[in-house]
């Protein structure tokens, strides 16, 4: 079993950045992918970025790709989502999730197993 916390979330102005966190613990093993799943105000939850552990490939949704970068501290085992240009259509609970080994990322919510609980961010125009 993985347990993750996020840290990060708030609300901040349209054009700001925001960076979350999330720390991994529980299992000696580390996860193999992991990455951000956001869940807007009535709308499914929707991949926002991934990332292969241990060779550090990333994977990014249409909609915020080139705006937020995902990136991981292997000693620390946490993984981060840097936000810039934020837009209001950011909105969402956003969820840390982590995929065990030999998971290939497809892009979308069902890749991971584990979850936490979530932080919200939220973007005011």
């Known amino acids: 079993q993985v347990q993750l916390v996020e840290s990060g979330g708030r609300l901040v102005q349209a054009g700001e950045s925001l960076r979350l966190s999330c720390a991994a613990s529980g299992r000696t093993v580390s996860p193999y992918v992991m990455g951000w799943v956001r869940q807007a105000p009535g709308k499914e939850r929707e991949f926002v970025a991934g990332i292969y552990w241990i060779s550090g490939n990333t994977r990014y949704s249409d909609s915020v790709r080139g705006r937020f970068t995902i990136t991981k501290d292997n000693a620390k085992k946490t993984l981060y989502l840097q936000m810039d240009s934020m837009k209001s259509d950011d909105t969402a609970i956003y969820y840390c999730?982590?995929?065990?080994?030999?998971?290939?990322?497809?892009?979308?919510?069902?890749?991971?197993?584990?979850w936490g609980q979530g932080t919200q961010v939220t973007v005011s125009s």
């Open positions: 999730a982590a995929a065990p080994f030999g998971t290939v990322m497809q892009g979308t919510p069902l890749d991971y197993r584990y």
